[in-house]
Antibody
Framework: QAQLVESGGGVIQPGRSLRVSCAAS????????MHWVRQAPGKGLEWVAV????????NYADSVKGRFTISRDNSKNTLYLQMDSLRAEDTAVYYC???????????WGQGTLVTVST | DIQMTQSPSSLSASVGDTVTITCRAS??????VSWYQQKPGKAPDSLLY???RLHSGVPSKFSGSGSGTDFTLTISSLQPEDCATYYC?????????FGQGTKVEIK
């Protein structure tokens, strides 16, 4: 049973940086691509980024390209999202999710809330 | 980017009804659509991929169809536990994009 646990969310001022993490267990982490998906309060889902199982391919949403960096440490079974130059519109619950054959995601974490505010 | 447009944005139906949600892509995407269910305050759950294939453990009351630009999610024998917001998502090309969601309620 795959388990994904996000951490690192909080309140951060605009323009600052924050890194959120996702600890994976219950499956072979190094064999799966991983995604970040976010959801602003009261809004729909927005895909943020993907990293392939070995880190060889990475893609971002246009809204975060150049500001966010997805990475992973397979030795620690952990996925990261480094968020720089944060804006108010980045306020959201950030979910990590396991890729399913590049068609969808099949397991989700519980999410971590990032609030960008003065 | 590929736009995904869902309709309706919300619907209300009776217990036992069959409901259908539609998702239209801004360009042809073959069968590259997934569907998710999200209940209030919870992370989403994955329902289908490849337009019509159920993820493991998903009950057969959920079904999907479509190819090209038009897709549907059908929920048969609607039950109170099916009250949720449903999202379509395309994976034909990056960036992946979601529809805006359809909220399903019991009448």
């Amino acid at each position: 049973q795959a388990q994904l646990v996000e951490s690192g969310g909080g309140v951060i001022q605009p323009g600052r940086s924050l890194r959120v993490s996702c600890a994976a267990s219950g499956f072979l982490f190094s064999g799966y691509g991983m995604h970040w998906v976010r959801q602003a309060p009261g809004k729909g889902l927005e895909w943020v980024a993907v990293i392939w199982h070995d880190g060889s391919n990475i893609n971002y949403a246009d809204s975060v390209k150049g500001r966010f960096t997805i990475s992973r440490d397979n030795s620690k079974n952990t996925l990261y999202l480094q968020m720089d130059s944060l804006r108010a519109e980045d306020t959201a619950v950030y979910y990590c999710a396991r890729d399913y054959h590049r068609t969808s995601v099949d397991s989700w974490g519980q999410g971590t809330l990032v609030t960008v505010s003065t | 980017d590929i736009q995904m447009t869902q309709s309706p944005s919300s619907l209300s139906a009776s217990v036992g009804d069959t409901v259908t949600i539609t998702c239209r892509a801004s360009q042809g995407i073959r069968a590259s659509v997934s569907w998710y269910q999200q209940k209030p305050g919870k992370a989403p759950d994955s329902l289908l991929y490849a337009a019509s294939r159920l993820h493991s453990g998903v009950p057969s009351k959920f079904s999907g169809s479509g190819s090209g630009t038009d897709f549907t999610l059908t929920i048969s024998s609607l039950q109170p536990e099916d009250c949720a917001t449903y999202y379509c998502q395309q994976y034909f090309s990056y960036p992946w994009t979601f529809g805006q969601g359809t909220k399903v309620e019991i009448k």
